[in-house]
């Protein structure tokens, strides 16, 4: 069956199409939406730059009602409407019914001489140009049917700027508005509407088709189906083109205000899209590594035009190659030397860099650098040797001995490292009934009520028999109705908005999940997938959750999220199909 094309609400996720910067959205900053949609780019951040007004020229404007799937943004009062597609990752068309028409008006307030929008008329086209100081782009609009009505064509400091778009006596009108850089030639095409909405929507179900192949199958329940095709489309529309900082396309974490690649939260957009696209899903494995330092530390995230450093993020890496070459993702002789080489110097900084003189494990110097950022396991002592930190690396050494097999060199740096790390984390951070983390300067134990130590268990299949079932028995406590909270929901440290300190959130879910069937606990990996699932089938794809009402908190279109209900969603369908 050919599946329908997900209808979202705006408000929640932002309309985009693979490749491009901009996106349609009445988001227009962190935790800030506003009435109008706006075109928003992420070229330099994000920022708002035009508002889109739907009009009804010489009648009382009626209220527009706004709705959204993977190939338009509709407008309707009820007797007419405004329609807009991504004809390109670069140019917008919108278009309206007669009688209708259109305000595009500028975000900023202000020129000044180093902020704001200026805007004029092109003598070469009658086409007109807002430029932005935000984004350092140029917004061009062109009427492909109908007039321009241009107000404050070369206006300095406050004044209004806006484009009105009409049709020639009152018939319908479109406009193309296009982002780039400095100049290219006047606007011209021969593709319709029509043909620009339909490509986009074939665009996106041959993508949804190698995802998540499983949403057009017949026996596939109703809310699975719209849950996937959802979750594809925020992967889908959060990826964007090389520019700036990024040398390959990239998935966003988000087209709101969570604009940036962080250093582990590609892990799992890679992962999801393995089995169906092993090219793009590599790129996103690799997107950090373009930015690894001469130490060896990959950067903290990287956006369109910033890189930070200042912290890191958990070396999930050895764990993630191992997953995403088991859906199929193959090497190449080269891609596997330059794999081996990156994860060497990224497992070596951690080992050289990241261990005090005479000490075996590694350790994190904030909260941020496990992922984690205000867990109440750095609230004793933000520098900690983790449990968590330890049993990445004892995943990512085995990778690079396998690694190292099949390039045919010597794996024994990475064996003696492994059985040192896995001796003292057992040693000296197992207490009898699960691991703690503890100060580096003191040693003495962290607050044992976040879920983070509990992670360690995605490295079950390299501890002691034992440790798995007191990990599984561990972990049950917190469990609530949704899935496993960061924090014991009985703990006084305990927010239902408090971050890492209360909310469920993806990335965590999995390696758990991933970890209990590693330790044989099937039933209750399964218990935990079921939970998270039916969380996002109902709450959508948020960046955490509230772990006992099961709402969505922070950016509401954050792609691991979608991702991890991709992955579990597949595998879960796997296991039905070998069940059968």
Known sequence: MTSPLPSFDLRRVPF??????????????????????????????????????????GRDEGRWAVSADAAEVRWADGLRSVHAVFASTDTLRVRGDAGTGLRLAEAAAELTPFTGIYLFRDPRDGSAVFTSYETG??????????????????????????????????????????????????????????????????????????????????????????????????????????????????????????????????????LALASGLPGPALDQFLTPFDHQDASGALPDSVAHSERLYNFVKPPIHGWALGRVRAEGVELTAAQRRDVYDKLARWTRFWLDERRVPGHALPHYQHGN????????????SRLVESPDLAAFLLLQLDALAGLADELDEDPSEWVDESARLAAALQDELWRGDGY???GVADGMDATRTSLLPWLAVVAADRLPAAVGAVLADGIRAFLTPWGPATEQPDSEHYADDGYWRGPIWAPSTLLLEDGLRRAGHDGLADDVSARFR???????????????????????????TASVYLILTRDAWRRDAAGD
């Open 16 to 57: 985009s199409r693979r490749g491009s910067w901009m996106n349609l959205s009445p988001v227009v900053a962190a935790h800030r939406t506003v009435d109008d949609v706006h075109l928003v780019s992420h070229h330099t951040g994000m920022h708002a730059v035009l508002s889109l007004q739907p009009t009804t020229p």
């Open 137 to 270: 782009a140029r917004y061009r609009v062109t009427a492909l049917r109908g007039t321009l009505v241009i107000d404050g064509a070369e206006a300095l400091g406050v004044a209004s700027r806006t484009v009105t778009v009409t049709g020639v006596d009152a018939a319908e009108w479109e406009v193309a508005i296009e982002e780039f850089e400095t100049s290219r030639p006047p606007f011209a095409t021969a593709t319709t509407f029509a043909d620009a909405r339909a490509e986009v929507a074939q665009e996106f179900r041959d993508y949804a088709r190698a995802v998540a192949p499983w949403a057009e199958e017949d026996g596939t329940a109703a809310v699975v189906r719209q849950a996937s095709l959802l979750a594809t489309y925020v992967l889908w529309s959060a990826t964007v083109s090389p520019a700036g900082f990024f040398g390959r396309e990239a998935v966003l974490m988000s087209k709101h205000w969570m604009d940036k690649v962080w250093s582990w939260d590609h892990c799992f957009n890679a």
């Open 369 to 380: 650098d496990s992922g984690w950022d205000n867990a109440t396991t750095f609230d004793r």
């Open 436 to 438: 703690t983390a503890r």
């Open 534 to 560: 039916r969380l996002c089938e109902t709450g959508g794809f948020a960046e955490n959750f509230d772990a006992r009402t099961g709402e969505g908190l922070r950016d509401r279109a954050y792609t691991w």
